[in-house]
């Protein structure tokens, strides 16, 4: 990066946008003045320009090059994207490579420090204080001491765990809180890279962390130090302890491993309704197959539950409605061929998820869900359900509508303040509408009521057990091939817990995963596929497969049920324990589990349960699941993996082939959720 010192380089980085500045570091040859390139500079709305006019573009900024090297400047062109741009010494740098994650990284960086050198900073992030310099001198000098931090969190209405500029974050929380308590000092109060802070696990927008560590250099010679930094946190986020380590200690370099859970409702394990589209081309595909007698075999605990359903749920229901009304409500409610349907987000999950910090070039998005009112050709299987969008209030003002509403948690600051937002005019819904509103919570009610049958949930923890060992998970993160070394990763145990938890006539599982790292969205895709293969009928030989070179589609689940349970620092503490060092000890949450059982009841798994029966989270992403017709997931049949490379079926909803594609809907946003 030496270029970005030259002179004449730093006048042509003036002249760019951030995006722009991305686009001149991400370049993959440095070619001699007066080299014209004609092709290949990708355009950040590139559909904008046909290709001519991007040529033009490009001789234009050659052009004015040209000009401006008899002067001896650097000139730049910057359009929709960088188009061309020629540095005063002579060279054109050309966009045709892959992306360079880390020269990008370092290049916002770099573009951050040049800001403040040029007095051109755009503020302090949200979670930073910045103190005069008589208030920095005169605050007394206190010795710094490398610490692990124990902590838990919810996650709801965070944007995940790492810090970010302009996004409220739980470290964002926590680093105000560290200062606000003078565990950090002031002069240090505006960066947290000077107290070299580090994570142990990343977690993404709306995971939760029962236990989880940070380390840095903090002072800690207030005993009452733990208090004081949680007098200035959200109830929602709780430090259990601090323990003093060595110098070098890392939360993220020194972990041994991870133990995650996830909630799910038992109905997820229940067959898509006979008359979605998954429902009937796995029955097709096991008839072409020759394999009907095996799939029923594997679905014969839940043979009767939608027939069941029909004659106690839905019959009764349509009974009540006007004959004429029943009939188009059935006939919609059945109508998996209907392409009016808007499933936009509808395999919506709420962010992330169980990020570590390994993959830092790696970001997430997540969308929120449409209104639970259904579209005109909405079925049971169909029907999108209400946003998952979290209430940005704290617990405390969730439950008090009258209080201050305050911020959305997640939105940039003072951004309500800028926006003049147009009056939303809502349209009286038709009857038909009504009715199949209902008769969809009627539907819902029916699976809640659902116990899940033993041997369904021996076949779930068969599933599981596929997980353990070494495996190629390339399909279960994004940006992996089969051939990428680092997509191998290590499970230590895969469980289900034996009893179910009835909440709220719900009933619940607990799955539990021990791994050493844990790649980008690994673990809530790991959830789909164990569900879509016990829901589906599927073969567990298909588990297998997955590991295999062929690509395959597996959304993720929602990151409501996800949680960080603890990390693992066996390595540590027995070194720790032989060298008896005063004043270090081991780290864990043993001497915390019983105010950490509360807290997780109370901040997590309740908020879990109040989302899930607000929102029915886990049956609209399941549902649309059933109704997309693309036949990416067509591999949980009895056909395997052929029938989803099949060319697309006629008539296929071209929006819900991009929904389940998780490549498609990856966007740059805040945290990520890669697991390290």
Request: proline residues 4%; aromatic residues 6%; glycine residues 8%.
């Amino acid at each position: 990066m030496r270029w970005l010192h030259d002179a004449r380089s730093r006048q042509v980085l003036n002249c760019l946008t951030a995006k722009a500045f991305h686009k001149i570091t991400n370049r993959a040859n440095l070619l001699p003045y007066p080299t014209i390139i004609n092709a290949g500079w990708r355009l950040q709305s590139s559909a904008a320009y046909s290709a001519s006019e991007q040529t033009q573009w490009i001789g234009h900024g050659v052009e004015d090059g040209v000009k401006g090297r008899a002067e001896g400047r650097a000139e730049a062109r910057v359009g929709a994207g960088v188009l061309a741009v020629i540095v005063g010494g002579g060279q054109i740098w050309d966009d045709r490579s892959g992306a360079d994650k880390r020269a990008r990284t370092q290049a916002t960086q770099d573009a951050t420090k040049r800001r403040k050198l040029d007095g051109e900073d755009d503020g302090l992030p949200i979670y930073a204080t910045k103190f005069t310099q008589e208030e920095i001198e005169a605050e007394e000098k206190k010795p710094k001491r490398k610490v692990a931090v124990m902590l838990g969190y919810s996650g709801s209405g965070y944007k995940g765990m790492q810090l970010n500029h302009e996004y409220k974050t739980i470290e964002g929380d926590l680093f105000s809180a560290f200062v606000a308590a003078g565990a950090i000092s002031k002069a240090n109060a505006d960066d947290p890279k000077k107290s070299s802070l580090v994570r142990c696990a990343r977690t993404d927008r709306g995971v939760h962390a029962a236990g989880n560590i940070i380390s840095l250099k903090m002072i800690i010679e207030d005993a009452d130090i733990v208090k004081k930094i949680n007098d200035n946190l959200s109830p929602q986020i709780r430090v259990w302890g601090i323990e003093r380590t060595n110098g070098s200690f890392s939360a993220y370099q020194l972990c041994d491993s991870r133990v995650y859970e996830y909630l799910i409702p038992t109905y997820c394990f229940l067959p898509p309704h006979p008359e979605s589209f998954f429902s009937k081309e796995l029955v097709r595909l096991a008839e072409e197959a020759g394999d009907l007698a095996g799939y029923e075999e594997r679905q014969k605990e839940v043979a009767n539950f939608w027939k069941e359903t029909e004659e106690t749920y839905i019959q009764p229901h349509l009974a009540t409605l006007d004959p004429e009304l029943a009939a188009s409500v059935r006939k919609k409610l059945y109508d998996t061929e209907s392409e009016t349907i808007d499933l936009q987000s509808a395999v919506e999950t709420a962010g992330s998820t169980e990020v570590d910090g390994e993959s830092k070039d790696q970001v997430s998005s997540e969308r929120g869900a449409v209104n639970s009112t259904p579209n005109a050709g909405t079925s049971d299987c169909q029907t999108v359900a209400a946003s998952e969008t979290h209430d940005p209030k704290d617990l405390s003002k969730e439950e008090n509508p009258s209080s201050d509403p305050g911020k959305d948690l997640s939105s940039k600051p003072d951004s309500a303040a800028k926006t003049t937002q147009e009056p939303i005019r809502r349209t009286q819904p038709s009857a038909l509408e009504l009715a199949l509103r209902t008769l969809k919570n009627v539907i819902i009610s029916a699976k809640k009521a659902h116990r899940i049958h033993p041997s369904r949930l021996a076949r779930v923890q068969s599933i599981l057990d596929q997980y353990i060992g070494t495996q190629n998970f390339h399909n279960y993160t994004i940006a992996k091939g089969p051939r990428d070394p680092s997509a191998k990763r290590v499970i230590k145990s895969f469980t289900v817990a034996p009893d179910p938890i009835l909440i709220n006539n719900t009933e619940w599982l607990s799955l539990k995963v021990h791994g050493q790292s844990f790649m980008m969205h690994q673990i809530r895709k790991m959830v789909t596929m164990a569900a879509l293969i016990v829901r589906s009928g599927c073969p567990k030989e298909r588990m297998r497969e997955s590991y295999g070179m062929e690509k395959l589609t597996i959304p993720k689940a929602p990151s409501l049920g996800l949680l960080l349970e603890r990390p693992v620092f066996d390595t540590y503490n027995t070194k720790i324990k032989d060298k008896d060092v005063e004043g270090r000890g081991e780290i864990g949450f043993e001497a915390y589990r019983e105010e950490m059982e509360e807290f997780k009841q109370r901040e997590i798994y309740e908020r879990i349960f109040r989302e899930e029966e607000r929102d029915d989270t886990f049956h609209s992403f399941f549902a649309s699941l059933d109704s997309i017709r693309v036949p990416d997931l067509l591999y949980l049949s009895s056909a395997g993996i052929p029938a989803a490379k099949k060319e697309r079926l006629q008539g296929a909803n071209e929006h819900g082939r991009k929904l389940v594609d998780d490549e498609d809907s990856e966007e740059g946003g805040g945290g990520g959720e890669e697991q390290g």
